[in-house]
């Protein structure tokens, strides 16, 4: 009997078994939570800020306190910064710290218009796309 349980137990685990796990609902954050916006010399610039809340449901998922498939933030940034040299660093959400930002932040860029950011969730399933406008004091 010993002999024919190792049996059956090679043969099974040497088989394709094709299981398929599900990504936790957890897994499809897309969520910016904080901005910084810094000039040329990395010193923050940012007088002021609008980001768009975030809350978390009954079934523990997070989610926009107030829904919108476009959310916006504004960054009020002092009077003497250069809107077309400056640096944008975010933090995203606990439920979203496996997202993709792209374009990538952290470069000098010109914010002299409005950029749109996409955060993709981690799932992929998932994409936000944030219009950030920068304006001075």
Known sequence: YIYYAIVALLVTSCM???VEYDILDTAHGTFI?????????HKSVLASKVIPATVIDENGVEQL???TDNPEIILTVKAEANLSELFLTATLSSQSSYAKVSPVMGTLQDF??????TVTSQ???KKLVYTVKVVKQ
Do not use: F, L
Request: avoid cysteine.
């Open 33 to 41: 939570t904080n901005m910084d916006i810094m000039d040329k010399d």
């Open 65 to 67: 306190k107030e829904p």
């Open 16 to 18: 394709d078994h094709d």
């Open 123 to 125: 799932s992929g399933k």
């Open 112 to 117: 002299t218009s409005a950029r749109q950011y």
